[in-house]
């Protein structure tokens, strides 16, 4: 039963390097989520989507983009990665199909840009 | 908007000590309301959950009640084990644009020590 699974769990990247972050459920759960989380901040929403086809911007979307082409995966591409950037990123999923359901998290990305 | 609020960290306590970590809320309606907790390095993961005012979540010997009328959700324990050392956010979700989604707080780290 593996949840929502991340890779990579670690990176090191060169400031202006691209990359993607991968994000994968197999409980067939409808939305999906990325958050970053820093030091005294908590978890600020990045972008999330409620089905496939559909993305929408969370409260720090600048510099990340998303698309979800199938229910299972939920990428998130930093385009040209800046110091800023380094946090630790959290894919979470959810059901939409109950009134109330909880959230489910990956174990979660570290990234450090140089 | 909708919103949580919690206790700044971090809360260093010796074993079997007694451990509140308040949360408030600000929501529009009657919320649910969430407490998670994050185990070095590892994702978020649900701890307890109250549906409704007055209900009681309890889980690991942690509970927390919905109290309506000071709009809080103060997460407790009897007696803390160095195992509960983590990160325990308290979360909210709302409804927007026709999408449920969750609000977390900052975050509240708790270190145990024997």
């Known amino acids: 039963n593996a949840g929502v699974t991340q890779t990579p769990k670690f990176q090191v990247l060169k400031t202006g390097q691209s990359m993607t972050l991968q994000c994968a459920q197999d409980?067939?759960?409808?939305?999906m989520s990325w958050y970053r989380q820093d030091p005294g901040m908590g978890l600020r929403l990045i972008h999330y989507?409620?089905?496939?086809?559909?993305?929408d911007q969370g409260e720090v979307p600048n510099g990340y983009n998303v698309s979800r082409s199938t229910t299972e995966d939920f990428p998130l591409r930093l385009l040209s990665a800046a110091p800023s950037q380094t946090s630790v990123y959290f894919c979470?999923?959810?059901?939409?199909?109950?009134?109330?359901?909880?959230?489910?998290f990956g174990q979660g990305t570290r990234l450090t840009v140089v | 908007g909708d919103s949580v609020t919690q206790m700044e960290g971090p809360v260093t306590l010796s074993e079997e000590a007694f451990l509140t970590i308040n949360c408030t809320y600000t929501a529009t309606g009657y919320p649910s309301l969430f407490w998670y907790v994050q185990y070095p390095g590892e994702g978020l993961q649900l701890l307890l959950k109250?549906?409704?005012?007055?209900d009681k979540g309890s889980n690991k010997g942690f509970e927390a009640t919905y109290r309506k009328e000071t709009t809080s959700f103060h997460l407790e324990k009897g007696s803390v084990q160095v195992s509960d050392s983590a990160v325990y956010f308290c979360?909210?979700?709302?409804?927007?644009?026709?999408?449920?989604?969750?609000?977390f707080g900052t975050g509240t780290k708790l270190q145990v020590i024997p």
């Open positions: 979360a909210l979700p709302f409804n927007s644009g026709g999408y449920q989604k969750v609000t």
């Open positions: 109250a549906t409704k005012a007055d």
């Open positions: 409980m067939n759960h409808e939305y």
């Open positions: 989507s409620v089905g496939a086809g559909i993305t």
């Open positions: 979470a999923s959810k059901s939409t199909q109950a009134r109330i359901t909880e959230a489910f």
